[in-house]
């Protein structure tokens, strides 16, 4: 079956700092990829994605490379804000409806 | 454009006792879904709808009855609340399936079952 799978948390970093969230992912098929963000006391949104191999994903300075031989989905950003401080879900899809997500990862960036 | 609105926004419930737990999307889509996320845990699918009069199981749906009678409403019943099911739900739709489009998350319902 699918799996995904994040570097655990918290992560905290500095503001300005450079940020890498880790995302591997298990499965069949050729999986649609993103990255979800979940602010304190909010529904997830969609924060970007990919839907081939070789794809970036970009938006608000985040990035996210599909990697098909490796399996991945690494987050990057390279100048991360206090605004920024939030939980960042990995999911994939390849059924068309349902998404299975990582546990995700939380972010504190301290001024 | 409200988007997806998910009601009430907190419930604790007893044991055995039942609730609806409401949600209603104004973007005409047609997909609608149920998840649960349990502290430190990603999403889980419980159910999911393809339009009105259509429903199907996700990954977790025992303890759980959905229907859709509209487009724009699709309702979690809890018939008899049990402690394991306290967790905070999302609702979200999409336009279509496929895999390549996004789904809008409500705000989310915290539920208690003590």
């Known amino acids: 079956g699918n799996s995904v799978t994040q570097m655990e948390g918290p992560v905290t970093l500095s503001e300005e700092a450079f940020l890498t969230i880790n995302c591997t992912y298990t499965?069949?098929?050729?999986?649609?990829l993103f990255w979800y963000v979940q602010y304190p006391g909010e529904g997830l949104q969609l924060l970007l994605k990919?839907?081939?191999?070789?794809d970036k994903g970009s938006n608000k300075g985040f990035e996210a490379t599909y990697r098909k031989e490796t399996t991945s989905f690494h987050l990057e950003k390279g100048s991360v804000q206090v605004s920024d401080s939030a939980v960042y879900f990995c999911a994939l899809t390849n059924s068309g409806y349902a998404l299975n997500f990582g546990k995700g990862t939380s972010l504190l960036v301290t001024p | 454009n409200a988007g997806v609105t998910q009601t009430p926004k907190f419930r604790i419930l007893k044991i055995g006792q039942s609730m609806t737990l409401q949600c209603t999307q104004d973007m005409n889509h047609n997909y609608m879904y149920w998840y649960r996320q349990d502290p430190g845990m990603g999403l889980k699918l419980i159910y999911y709808?393809?339009?009105?009069?259509?429903?199907d199981k996700g990954e977790v749906p025992n303890g759980y009855n959905v229907s859709r009678s509209t487009t724009e409403d699709f309702p979690l019943r809890l018939e008899l609340a049990a402690p394991s099911q306290t967790s905070v739900y999302f609702c979200?739709?999409?336009?279509?399936?496929?895999?390549?489009?996004?789904?809008?998350f409500g705000p989310g319902t915290r539920l208690t079952v003590t």
């Open positions: 499965a069949t098929g050729y999986p649609s």
């Open positions: 990919a839907t081939k191999a070789d």
């Open positions: 979200a739709s999409s336009s279509v399936g496929g895999t390549t489009y996004e789904q809008y």
């Open positions: 709808s393809v339009g009105a009069g259509i429903t």
